[in-house]
């Protein structure tokens, strides 16, 4: 059993209070395990998985040791992607509802830097970031880290295998030596211990056992390799799941199984590295708003992903690093809900097999591709699909602005209406399937916010791309 937070002498009662509101009462392992020590002031290397409540470990240390009567940056995170980026300012800026008036800051690339400056200008006591973006800011003297104390790096290892360590090293050196320094890694490549000797002074490493959480059903079955991709349709008829990730191994399989899929009915959209900043942003902005069924994922490309309510995974390749394989189908069955996860491995793969059930210290169970027959009535489609709103931020439009549109004037309840996602420049709306084309025409007939606006199914966008 864990222990709970009230354990924690260290955190004030409004810390305490604000965490059992959230629902947080036990910690996790890695929570258990690492905070004793970051509430002290020790540097850290913890190895821990995506989804083990690290993100809210280190959200903890750093926010007991703030002053947010300083308004100078005195916290600093930095991710890999622009997504894991976002969900860690989220999850800090929850944390912090115990304190007065503490200003969380998201610096990425993919947006654009006047803005971020702007707000840098006005102080912002917590920065979390990707290191280029980071680094540019430092370079164009928009952030100063003269009073940070705390150096988070957040997924180190993602951030070494996209080529991060020069930029990690530059932001560390600009950084007050007397600073602490949390590392958090989900593996521990030769890179990690490099990095951490040149910059942590004498960190306690901390490792929590990495496991598949308990509820998650495993199935693996043999394939030739000409059949690997129609059997994920096969076992996506049979499962019928409302939300999968499928992972291959290279971003031409990705493409390759989204072509295949496309073509036997399911809304099925691929993500990996070669896609702008826009179209990822797109792709992950429909899965998580339940308008695609299968996404079509590198490993690279879903590292820090977090989708709530994930139904299935299936491994499309047999990845050859057992800790990936792990990573890959902790990501259903989160939340103590059931998840699935299934496996294609050919012969040449077994080697591969044989490693994941060391890790996982059992047998795999094998089904046969021949004994599963589809469901009736053909591919799942997803319940909802996205409409795109030409306007966002800076047109001052909100989530409750396109919400009061589509049940006030247009007259849809609320019930029909599913997220919705406000940018920059565009906002993004998932409606039920069966009125999607009718609130686009409502929407486009109607006005928001006292203004005609430009509506469009992004269904629709992806099929013109398609054909030119």
Known sequence: MSAPFTELSELSAPMLAN??????????PI????????????????????????????????????DAADPRTQALVLCPTRELAEQVTQEIRRLARAADNVKVLTLTGGSPMKPQ??????????AVGTPGRVLDHLDRGSLDL?????????????????????????????APKARQTLLFS???????????AQFLREPRRIE??????????QLAYEVAEDERLHAVSLLLNHFRPASAIAFCNT?????????????????????HGDLEQRDRDQVLIQFANRSCSVLVATDVAARGLDIAQLECVINVDTTPDAEVHIHRIGRTGRAGAEGLALTLASLDEMGRIGRIEQMLGRESTWGKLDELKPAPGGPLLPAMDTLQILGGRKDKIRPGDILGALTGEAGFTAAQIGKINVTDFHSYVAVERSIAREAVKRLSNGKLKGRKV??????????AEGDR
Do not use: W
């Not at 998985?49 to 470990?57: L, R, V, Y």
């Not at 989900?186 to 990095?195: D, F, N």
């Not at 430009?454 to 099929?463: N, P």
């Open 31 to 66: 929570q258990a395990a690492s905070l004793p020590h970051a509430l002290a002031g020790q540097d850290l290397i913890a190895q821990a998985q995506t989804g083990s409540g690290k993100t809210a470990a280190f959200a903890i240390a750093l926010l007991h040791r703030l």
């Open 146 to 174: 003269s009073a940070l104390n705390t150096l988070v790096l957040d997924e180190a290892d993602r951030m070494l295998d996209m080529g991060f360590v020069d930029d990690i090293k530059s932001v560390a050196k600009r």
């Open 117 to 126: 400056m702007e707000s840098l200008a006005f102080g912002a006591h917590i």
């Open 186 to 196: 989900a593996t521990y490549p030769e890179g990690i211990a490099q990095l951490s």
């Open 454 to 463: 430009k509506v469009r199914r992004m269904a629709d966008l992806a099929s």
């Open 251 to 271: 971003k031409r399989q990705c493409n390759d199984l989204v072509d295949v899929l496309s073509a036997q009915g399911f809304v099925a959209m691929a993500l």
């Open 208 to 217: 929590v056992a990495t496991a598949a959480p308990a509820q998650i059903r």
């Open 19 to 28: 965490l059992a509101q959230l629902g947080y009462e036990q910690m996790t």
